[in-house]
Every structure is written in C-alpha cells, then in structure tokens.
C-alpha cells in the first residue's frame, strides 16, 4: 500500500473532522468540566488528610463498578438505538429507551442492597499495612460515613444516564452537557461550603462532600429531563414514553443478545479494575493513595480518547443502521487514527507536567513520589489506551459484543489481573514497577485489537 493510498485511509478531510469535533467536542468539554471539577472534589477531600481521601477513593472504586453496569446496560441497548435513530425509527428508539429504563432500576436496587450490607468488608479488601502512610481505622471510619450517603446519589444517576444515553445516540450531545456542566459547577460550590464549612455552613468532611454530590445529581437528571420532554421536535422518541412501559417481545430478546454480553463485559471489567487495586492495596495505603491521584489526574487528561470513542460509537453505528457498510469502515480508521495522534501530544504535555499535580494535595512525600511516577507511566500508555478505546466502539458499534467480551474484560482477567497476583503476592517488586509492568501489558491488547480490526467482521447491519 503506497502513501497515498494510506493518508486516504486513515486521514479525512475537513467536512470530516467537522462532523466528528461536532459530536465529539461537546463531550470533551462535558467530560473536561465534569472531570476537572472531580479533580478539584478531590483536592478540596485530600487537603483534609490521607484517611479522607482514601476513604472516599476506595468508596468511589466500588461505585465505580454499578456506574459501569449501567453504562453496559444503556450502551448495550443503545447499539439499537443508534442503528433506530440512523434508520428513522423513532418508536424503536423509544422501546429501546423503555428497557434502559427497567434493566437500571433492578441493577441499581440490587447494587444498594450489596453495598449497604456489605460496606465494611468490601472497604476492608482495600485496607493493608505496608508503607509508613496513613491510618486504617480512620480511612475505614470515613469510607462508611462517605458510602452511607452516596448510596442515595446513585439513584438519579442511573435514570440520568438512560436519558443522556439515548441523546447521544441520536446526536444529540449538547443537553447532556449542558446539565452536566451545571451539575459540576453546583457541585464544586456546594463542597466549598460543606466541605469546609463556609459561609456558616457546617464542616461536614466527606459527608459535605456526599451531599454535595447527591444535590448536584439531582439537579443534573432534572434538567436533562425537563429539556427531553419539552423539546417533541429535536426528541421524538420522548413523546409518550410513560405511556406505557410495554416493549415487544422480540425486541427484548435482541436487546438482550446485546446488552447481556456489555453489561456482563462491563461488570467483570470494573470488578477486574478494582481487584488490581485491591492487589496493589497490598503494599500500604500509600499506594492506594497514590492511585487515586493518578486516575484523577489521568480522567483529565482521558477526555480526548473518551470523547472520540463516544463519536465512533456514534456516527459508525448510524452508517451501519443505514447499511453503509464500507463508509462506516473508513469511518472508524480515521477517527482511530485521529485519536491516537492527538493523544501522543497529550500524553507528552501530561508527562512532563506529571510531577506538579501532587504537590496541591495534603498528604506525604511518599505518596507524592509515587503519585508522580505512576502519573508518567500513565502518560506513556495513552496512545495505546486510545486506540483501545475506540477499537472497543468501533467493534461493539456492528453488535459484535461476544468478541467485545473476550477483548475487554477477557484480557483483564485472563492476563491483567493474574499477572497484577503474581507480582504483589509473590515477588517484592515496589509499586511503582509493579504498576509499570501491569500497564504494559496493554500493548499486547493492543495488539490483538488491531487484528480484530483488520478482519472488518465486526461491520454489519443488526437491524435488518
């Protein structure tokens, strides 16, 4: 394959990159906002002290997990939703938006029943001596306190996400950020003052910091809500949605061959994530500590890939409603390619800056220096974390979710997660190699990405 031949391939032209920033930007900017604001959520818990911050850290890894089931749910069925949406069929995307609706409500009533019943050992996995950092009882003490309020918050989180979900798939990306821009700024303002008791407000600690949350999901599903429903023009598939919450048969069952196998995959990558962290857990709070830093530095940063992944979602599985099955292909190439390039850059701005964010944090110079390690480490794995990213769309975008599976969440437990036992539980490397040597291991993922790209199996229309 000659040059030409390749720049046509993985480069598009202007109208291209127009429609994918179009749809890609207003996510950026509501996963930048959303997750800048976090950082800052974090900064503002972890000037209180180490305990704090890990507690709510630890508390946060298992929520982690429900927002992934959900978002496996709704991404699932939302496969269909887009392909609905690109085929002009707006009571599919409506029935469509019913079954988010009925497989959240039971994941998040069985996900609050575990997570109340069973705080103080799900916390416990978390919490290890190992390093001079920290105390555990108190990291344990405010875990609780953190997990007893946010179990509330989880509610409109869950409807807010089928809501946002279905916008998105029909392009329409701008309302979900607008909400959610609102919601981070309530957010920051309400812990300022709970927080640290401002203003006459009382210091409330991580619990300030619970509550804050909770206002600001509440408010965030309220405007989502209110524009869907009173926008009949740009959202069809809204009006009469509660009519009734009957779908057909049929429908369920293909939802289901497709949800199914997403949500499990997003399930068992979530878990797979936060058994890592309870592995690295085994050398000190001072590495969890340190983790918690990293992966909020890394969301920052992370909004690119995330966003154009979303996109390849998008607009690939649109084309493939529509049966335009060579152009989604191309489609899919160029954003890849796209993303990986822009975070080359971004991945060497966030290296070289790495050992700054540490400093604004209230903890110990061993958590520092770990945290600004891991934070490098991070960096030199972006390019290869955004290829992964979009290659899990683009192949979930055809409906191929069994392959989806095996590359996900597959690899996390078959090589991520044993390789992260053997070197915590059997050699005495320190963290921070122990963590360099798991990350890589996503080059190899990476690799097996490419070929199932290659083969172009994964383009097809799943509503014909």
Not at 50 to 76: K, P, W, Y
Not at 198 to 205: E, I
Not at 329 to 337: G, H, L, Q, S, V
Request: net charge positive; charged share 10%.
């Amino acid at each position: 394959m000659n040059i030409q031949k390749i720049k046509e391939k993985y480069t598009g032209d202007r109208n291209f990159y127009s429609k994918v920033l179009a749809i890609s930007i207003p996510i950026m900017l509501q996963n930048g906002i959303t997750n800048f604001v976090g950082l800052l959520d974090n900064i503002m818990v972890g000037r209180i002290g180490t305990e704090e911050m890990s507690g709510v850290s630890i508390v946060n890894q298992l929520f982690f997990i429900l927002i992934l089931c959900l978002f496996g749910a709704t991404s699932g069925a939302g496969v269909l939703g887009a392909q609905y949406y690109g085929n002009g069929d707006n009571e599919g995307v409506k029935s469509v938006f019913r079954i988010k609706l009925l497989i959240s409500a039971v994941l998040t009533s069985a996900a609050l029943f575990i997570l109340h019943t069973l705080s103080v050992p799900l916390i416990s996995l978390y919490l290890h001596e190992g390093s001079s950092s920290g105390d555990l009882v108190s990291t344990l003490n405010y875990g609780q306190q953190y997990l007893n309020l946010m179990l509330i918050g989880q509610i409109p989180l869950a409807l807010e996400m089928c809501y946002s979900s279905t916008l998105r798939e029909s392009g329409e990306t701008a309302v979900p950020m607008k909400a959610s821009v609102a919601a981070v700024f309530i957010n920051l303002v309400l812990n300022y003052l709970l927080i640290y008791g401002k203003f006459g407000f009382p210091a409330l600690g991580v619990s300030g910091a619970a509550i804050a949350t909770i206002i600001s999901r509440c408010i965030q599903v309220l405007i989502v809500i209110i524009w869907s429903h009173t926008h009949p023009d740009k959202a069809p598939y809204f009006r009469g949605v509660y009519r009734t919450l009957r779908v057909p048969a049929a429908l369920i069952g293909k939802v289901m061959i497709l949800a199914l196998p997403i949500m499990l995959n997003e399930t068992l990558w979530s878990t797979a994530v936060a058994a890592q962290t309870a592995l690295y857990s085994v050398r000190g709070l001072a590495a969890v500590a340190s983790l918690n830093i990293n992966s909020t530095i890394a969301n920052v940063f992370n909004i690119v890939f995330l966003a154009l992944g979303d996109s390849v979602a998008i607009i690939v599985g649109q084309q493939l409603g529509a049966g335009k099955l060579e152009e989604a292909k191309i489609t899919a190439y160029r954003i890849i390619f796209f993303s990986v390039c822009l975070c080359f850059g971004i991945g060497t701005v966030m290296f070289l800056t790495a050992p700054l964010f540490p400093q604004v944090y209230n903890t110990s110079d061993e958590v520092k220096a770990i945290a600004a390690a891991m934070i490098r480490i991070t960096a030199c794995m972006m390019p290869f974390q955004a290829f992964l990213h979009a290659a899990y769309f683009t192949i979930r975008s055809g409906g191929k979710t069994l392959i989806t599976f095996i590359f996900d969440s597959g690899f996390m437990w078959v090589i991520a997660v044993p390789l992260t036992f053997i070197l915590t539980k059997f050699t005495a490397l320190p963290i921070v190699p122990v963590f360099l040597i798991c990350q890589s291991s996503d080059i190899l993922k990476s690799v097996l990405g490419f070929i199932i790209l290659k083969k172009g199996s994964w383009a097809r229309n799943i509503i014909r």
